[in-house]
Every structure is written in structure tokens, then in C-alpha cells.
């Protein structure tokens, strides 16, 4: 069993900078991917970035070049540093580990205001 937990979302002007972190416990041995995900109001939930356990990285059309998602083995933490923040970016931002199934965090609001 895998337990996520997410911090770090908040209240931000546009153009500020967020970082979210996800932490991970139980299992850890059995992750392949860590993912971050977003609903935005009145949306459907959506991929914003990934790394594998082998350090590979993919972004959303949306937010390449602003949002960065790094992870620390050691703190088996993954982090979603977000730059340039627009309010579109609003969202409650969700983490997902994958093993054989989908394990998701509660997630954490972010509010960009204009």
C-alpha cells in the first residue's frame, strides 16, 4: 500500500512561484511513475507532469517551461516547482504514484489570482 501526501498549495499573485511537494510512504519499492495532476473548476482531472524511476520527464503543453517536477529518492518526496503562475493554473493539484494500480493523494488547492 502506498500513502501520499501533498503540501505546499496556497494563494499566489500571477506571475509568482509555488512549489509543491508529495510525499510518499508504504511500499515505496514497488513505484514506477510519480505523476501530478490538476482539476481546474469545472474540469476534468488532467496531466500536468511525470518522472519515472528512471528520471524521465514529461510535461503538459500547458505548463512546459514553467512547472519543473523533480524527486529526492532519499525523502522519497516528488516536488511540482510552478514559475510564471497564471490564473489558469487554478487547480486542486492531485499526486499519483503508479505500482500495478493508481494511488492518488488528496491534493492541494492552488489559487492563482489575477
Known amino acids: 500500500q502506498i500513502q501520499l501526501e501533498e503540501s505546499g498549495g496556497g494563494l499566489v499573485q500571477a506571475g509568482g512561484s509555488l512549489t509543491l511537494s508529495c510525499a510518499a510512504s508504504?511500499?515505496?519499492?514497488?513505484?514506477?511513475?510519480m505523476n501530478w495532476f490538476r482539476q481546474r473548476p469545472g474540469k476534468q482531472r488532467e496531466f500536468v507532469a511525470t518522472?519515472?524511476?528512471?528520471?524521465?520527464?514529461a510535461y503538459a503543453d500547458a505548463v512546459k517551461g514553467r512547472f519543473t517536477i523533480s524527486r529526492d529518492s532519499a525523502k522519497n518526496t516528488v516536488y511540482l516547482q510552478m514559475h510564471e503562475l497564471m490564473p489558469e493554473d487554478t487547480a486542486v493539484y492531485y499526486c499519483?504514484?503508479?505500482?500495478?494500480?493508481?494511488?492518488w493523494g488528496q491534493g492541494t488547492q492552488v489559487t492563482v489570482s489575477s
Open positions: 518522472v519515472s524511476v528512471t528520471g524521465d520527464l
Open positions: 499519483r504514484a503508479m505500482t500495478w494500480r493508481a494511488h
Open positions: 508504504g511500499d515505496i519499492s514497488s513505484i514506477n511513475v
